[in-house]
């Protein structure tokens, strides 16, 4: 992944959410791989529109564009193409810098 | 002021009570979670609070279902429901059942929430609007009066110098619609007026997918109306925003506007105002021109004045800044001006003024493209030709070019290596 997409600019008022947000996001990841290992694709789907839906809020756009994958590979059972893209989550979440402007 | 936050989702709930409350320190925002509490039961205290945000997706509850029960309560505040991006049947039926705002969850930004917050509880709050606030309750107002058979003008979704944009849909489905409503100002002024109506008048006469479809028009003593299709992608102006497009997009995204323009051209109309606003995208990604405010039918008599200049200046050809008469090229500059745009995320000429910008394209060499995209230099050259003679000569030439060298089956590169 290009590496700019690890920079995430976060207003400074948000400072104080960003600890629950990413503590959250990485239980997440733990759930996927959960919904993944037992085929739970109505789970995956769910959890790939929320990412969605939250990413982007807070300035996390990638957050929301692999959501977008993972809902729409749960929609249509690409099970590998959903095991690529929760890797690809776990590398984003691992390599992430945050700058607060 | 009390806000009911109805989210799923904790982040979401938390940042947008933070919002609210950094704004607004003194008004009370509470939390719902669906997952943890069931629809909230008759003896809930719904009219404690002044606007509710519901969510549309509950996790496990269908929002529109919720905003349908506590519509029904007589108590029941003012609703902001969320949406989801691209899909905007959903914000019609949640109009259509009582939502008094909507707004796309995925675009939700701080302004936008407080903007929306700040309008439903305005009747509440007792604060004189501000000016801006105040035509958009004005504009709100306005489109509840309109009345169009067999349509539902819905919510004010735009504000251009000449109309007003509404979120509208048929009485019988759900499909959404867009009903532009010219400004009472310019419904005085018989010329803009004129040009509003041959809008509809030209569009009508297109019959192109590349062009947004046109449902129907009207005009009476207090408005006129166009009803025409919703474009669930948005315009080329959000996919931009400062960033480069991938050149193969960006080349798809340039060919289907060649297709378009080929289209109005065969009919003898001309653009004259292409810019990113001006295009949209349909939910499969195909692309449509919009806003005939300005077009001319080649054969009609200018109603623009000597020296008059109308257009964008960023996107304006040579001669459109020079005020001379147009041809099919100028709309071919404009679409070279955009495909620029697009491969490298800037503008063509930067400047102070909007003069200092339209003379640039009379008499300042284009930016050569980075090395990276160099292979479209010379189709960016001949779009961009100050001297329109050089330029390409209609939409169809463009095409073939395109076709032979940049399509997939493109010539070889006759300056490759001989091994």
């Known amino acids: ?101 | 002021m009390r806000i009911l936050i109805i989210d799923d989702d904790p982040d979401l709930r938390s940042l947008l009570g933070h919002y609210i409350k950094q704004r607004w320190p003194d008004w009370g925002v509470d939390e719902y979670d669906p997952l943890e509490r069931n629809f909230p039961a008759d003896d809930f205290p719904l009219g404690e609070y002044h606007a509710v945000i519901l969510d549309y997706m509950l996790g496990r509850g269908d929002g529109l279902e919720w905003l349908q029960h506590l519509k029904k309560r007589h108590d029941c505040p003012k609703i902001l429901f969320l949406t989801g991006a691209g899909n905007e049947i959903i914000a019609v039926r949640a109009m259509k059942a009582g939502a008094d705002d909507y707004q796309r969850k995925q675009e939700l930004t701080r302004e936008k929430l407080l903007t929306s917050l700040h309008e439903l509880t305005a009747g509440v709050k007792e604060r004189t609007l501000s000016p801006e606030l105040a035509a958009r309750a004005e504009g709100h107002s306005l489109g509840a009066k309109i009345r169009i058979p067999g349509i539902k003008v819905l919510r004010l979704i735009g504000e251009g110098g000449m109309a007003r944009v509404y979120l509208a849909s048929r009485d019988g489905d759900d499909e959404p619609l867009v009903v532009k409503i010219l400004r009472r100002e310019i419904l005085a002024n018989k010329t803009a007026l004129a040009r509003f109506m041959e809008e509809y008048a030209m569009v009508e006469r297109v019959q192109s997918r590349h062009v947004a479809r046109i449902f129907g028009h009207g005009k009476s003593e207090e408005h006129a109306y166009l009803v025409m299709e919703f474009f669930e992608g948005g315009d080329l102006h959000k996919r931009l925003t400062g960033k480069a497009i991938d050149p193969a997009e960006a080349l798809r995204i340039f060919r289907e506007l060649m297709f378009a323009l080929g289209d109005i051209h065969e009919k003898g109309i001309l653009h004259r105002d292409l810019k990113p606003q001006n295009l949209m995208f349909r939910q499969d990604g195909t692309l449509a021109i919009l806003d005939f405010g300005i077009a001319k039918d080649i054969a009609a008599v200018d109603r623009t004045h000597q020296g008059e200049v109308l257009g964008t200046p960023r996107y304006m050809s040579p001669e459109q800044v020079q005020g001379r008469a147009l041809d099919l090229r100028t709309d071919v500059y404009s679409a070279g001006v955009l495909l620029y745009q697009m491969l490298t995320g800037r503008h063509l000429f930067d400047g102070e003024t909007a003069m200092e910008v339209a003379l640039q394209h009379v008499n300042t060499p284009p930016p050569a493209l980075p090395p990276q995209l160099e292979r479209y230099q010379y189709l960016l050259d001949k779009l961009l030709e100050k001297d329109r003679d050089a330029r390409f000569r209609n939409a169809d030439e463009v095409i073939g070019y395109l076709d032979r060298k940049l399509g997939p089956y493109a010539e070889a590169d006759v300056t490759q290596k001989l091994h």
Do not use: C, W
């Open chain 1, 1 to 101: 992944m290009n590496e700019a997409n690890y920079k995430v600019k976060v207003a400074r008022d948000l400072e104080d959410l960003i600890p629950v947000f990413m503590s959250n996001r990485k239980k997440e990841l733990d759930t996927l791989r959960v919904a993944l290992a037992s085929a739970d694709f109505e789970q995956l789907r769910q959890l790939g529109h929320r990412m969605k839906g939250v990413g982007v809020s807070y300035g996390f756009d990638h957050v929301s564009t692999l959501g977008k994958y993972i809902e729409d590979g749960a929609r249509s059972g690409d099970r590998a193409g959903l095991e690529a893209r929760i890797s690809e989550y776990a590398e984003y979440l691992s390599k992430v810098q945050i700058a607060y402007e």
